[in-house]
């Protein structure tokens, strides 16, 4: 394996970054942290999403060579976490620390993915995006453009997202009740429930072929670093609420680079 490009960068740049890139002998990985919607425990420093990727990434250095099978390796992380969350600060929350990941195995030559990070390959871009997750968006969007027509500026709204606020306890109700579910609005992730097998994404590929993988951070994944930086760069530029063509659950907010941490790794298999 070669790394051709890394990259990752906390939405506030200061240093609390909730993504995690993983670079081993065997497995490179996309972490992404889960941002909490719950208030974090007295006298930790670190949110619930750094706890989260960090901890895969250690389990990463830790996982035993003979684990081979894609879901062998999703149950060993998944596990090992709520081990780990059990044993920390964070297990008196309502909302447990929790993650997406995408990782390549060099044993296997298999991209294997359980959650909502993203894979690029022969031109092609793999996401496997919450359901749920389009339909609060969808919601906050309406919300802030109904705030627009009646006169707030984009400014008054970046400072107090209106959307966001409503649909906050929302995302943590879905949380609850669809992470890890097989319903109609289930979505996988890693730190709370049992494994979903369905869930888990496998790509095959060839070996001595660029691959990226990335975070959500950037809402164009493209063949380069620059490139996505440029398309993540003017979508901010052009619609920093992220209400028209790029609708989510959360915009830029104060004080931040971009609106979610951003984590991006090209290499040959």
Do not use: W
């Not at 390959?121 to 109904?146: P, S, T, V, W």
């Not at 993988?213 to 809402?219: F, N, T, V």
């Amino acid at each position: 394996m070669k790394i051709l490009e890394s990259f990752t960068l906390s939405k506030r740049n200061n240093g609390m970054n909730e993504d995690c890139l993983y670079i081993g002998n065997r497995i490179i990985a996309v972490i992404d942290g889960v941002t909490s919607k719950s208030p974090q425990p007295q006298n930790v420093e670190k949110t619930g999403g750094c706890f989260a990727a960090e901890t895969i990434s250690r389990l990463f250095d830790a996982m035993p060579e003979n684990l081979i099978n894609p879901l062998d390796i999703v149950i060993y992380l998944n596990h090992h976490l709520k081990c780990l969350i059990a044993d920390s600060p964070y297990a008196a929350q309502k909302e447990p620390p929790a993650a997406s990941v995408i990782f390549y195995d060099k044993n296997t030559r298999c991209v294997i993915s359980y959650g909502d990070c993203q894979f690029l390959y022969q031109g092609l871009c793999y996401k496997d995006e919450k359901k749920i997750d389009i339909i609060h968006a969808e919601k906050r969007a309406r919300i802030l453009q109904e705030c627009l027509s009646q006169g707030y500026s984009e400014q008054e709204l970046l400072m107090n997202d209106f959307g966001r606020k409503e649909i906050e306890p929302e995302i943590l109700n879905s949380f609850l009740e669809y992470a890890n579910q097989k319903k109609e609005y289930g979505f996988a992730v890693l730190g709370f429930a049992e494994v979903v097998p369905e869930f888990i994404r496998v790509y095959p590929v060839n070996e001595g072929e660029e691959l990226i993988l990335a975070s959500d951070g950037y809402p164009f994944l493209c063949s380069t670093l620059k490139d996505s930086e440029k398309a993540l760069n003017e979508l901010i530029q052009k619609d920093p609420l992220l209400i028209h063509e790029v609708k989510s659950t959360k915009g830029l907010q104060k004080d931040s680079v971009s609106f979610d941490d951003r984590t991006y790794v090209k290499f040959i298999a």
